[in-house]
């Protein structure tokens, strides 16, 4: 079973818009979850990281909330460019993963955005 | 440019074949990290090691194995190499040991393809 679940698994938007991608992880103990952009080909790029304590973090016109109590996540993306068109990833660290690379990722949410 | 650099940047190469892939961890960081990324997949962890030593396995079959030098460079061999085997390699590195809120940077990956 897939500890991290992410949707919509693909999603087109128009340039200019907003749009949110959820991730819900059943990971626990939970340490921190990260989202990660991914041009297609290239390596993942960190957006923003979080641990169980924060409840937002922000990194320009990307925006991240974290509930830890319903274990659900969500990256909002506010004014879309073309340049956002991606894979978007959320990457939870669990029980094995406090002193180990061993990240448990989700399947990632395609994004592309229309002019 | 994230810092971490790995070659080859493509590979092609035979069923029962051997290849090594190369990565160069970010000035100053410890761990390295290995992921695979096949087709239509989410990343999965194969191994992590820290200042030399290995940390954790993932899922890495036993027809793969990884080192990292006294430089701190690291690399994955694979070996017996089979069509299912083809796939995007990734390192990434880190600056210590535990992940915590440590952003995590990936390379480009190493793109396999195994006929």
New interface residues.
């Given amino acids: 079973k897939n500890q991290v679940e992410q949707s919509p698994q693909s999603l087109i938007i128009l340039e200019g818009k907003n749009c949110t991608l959820q991730c819900n992880y059943t990971v626990s103990p939970f340490s921190n979850l990260r989202w990660y952009k991914q041009d297609t080909g290239r390596g993942p790029v960190s957006l923003t990281i979080m641990t169980f304590s924060e409840n937002t973090k922000s990194n320009g016109r990307y925006t991240a909330t974290l509930d830890a109590d319903t274990k659900q996540s969500s990256l909002h993306i506010t004014a879309s460019q073309l340049s956002d068109s991606a894979s978007y990833i959320c990457v939870v660290s669990g029980p094995d993963s406090s002193n180990t690379g061993k990240l448990i990722f989700g399947q990632g949410t395609t994004l592309q955005v229309k002019p | 440019d ?1 810092g ?1 650099t790995q070659t080859p940047k493509h590979l092609i190469t035979a069923t029962g074949q051997r290849v090594t892939l190369r990565c160069s961890p970010r000035s100053g960081d410890l ?1 390295v ?1 290995w ?1 695979q990324q096949s087709l239509d ?5 194969l ?2 090691y820290y200042n030399g030593e290995e ?2 396995k ?1 899922n890495i079959l036993e027809r793969f194995s990884a080192q990292q030098f006294p430089d701190l460079h690291s690399e994955l061999n694979l070996s017996s190499l089979e069509l299912g085997d083809s796939a ?1 390699y ?1 390192c ?1 590195s880190s600056v210590d ?5 440590n ?7 190493s ?1 396999l393809t195994v006929v």
């Fill in positions: 994230s971490v761990s990290y992921y997949q989410g990343l999965q962890f191994i992590h940390r954790a993932g995007l990734f990434a040991s535990l992940l915590r809120g952003t995590i940077y990936f390379g480009e990956g793109w």
